[in-house]
């Protein structure tokens, strides 16, 4: 199982950006399909975003499509989520996720189909 550490969380003003990141060790991030969820204490975790492992397939949640950007950098194991005008009710622990798939352009979307998450990074969005 890869291990995942996400960086870049931290607060920011409503209608900012910010970029958090996930490096991938103990696997090839070319071989694993990636993604983005988040969750507030209380509720359910919420799908974000997913990409395919060759970075020609994403997806995304439906509170932030048009906002939220994810890309991949395999040369350094990494995922991006560039998010912007940013909400308050985007206030919440993010968390990395991938799955190891044969298939470069498979795209995942449920929690339950990736098997390894990071611990995840806070960002708070201030009204």
């Known amino acids: 199982q890869v291990q995942l550490v996400e960086s870049g969380g931290g607060l920011v003003q409503a209608g900012g950006s910010l970029r958090i990141s996930c490096v991938m060790s103990?696997?090839?991030?070319?071989?694993?399909?990636m993604g983005w969820f988040r969750q507030v204490p209380g509720k359910e975790r919420e799908f974000v975003a997913s990409i395919s492992w060759n970075g020609d397939n994403t997806y995304y949640g439906d509170s932030v499509k048009g906002r939220f950007t994810i890309s991949n950098d395999n040369g350094k194991n990494t995922v991006h989520l560039q998010m912007g005008s940013l909400k308050p009710e985007d206030t919440a622990v993010y968390y990395c996720?991938?799955?190891?798939?044969?298939?470069?352009?498979?795209?995942?979307?449920?929690?339950?189909?990736?098997?390894?998450w990071g611990q995840g990074t806070q960002v708070t969005v201030s009204s």
């Open positions: 996720v991938a799955e190891k798939t044969w298939y470069s352009t498979s795209l995942f979307r449920r929690a339950g189909d990736f098997g390894s």
């Open positions: 103990g696997g090839t991030a070319s071989s694993y399909a």
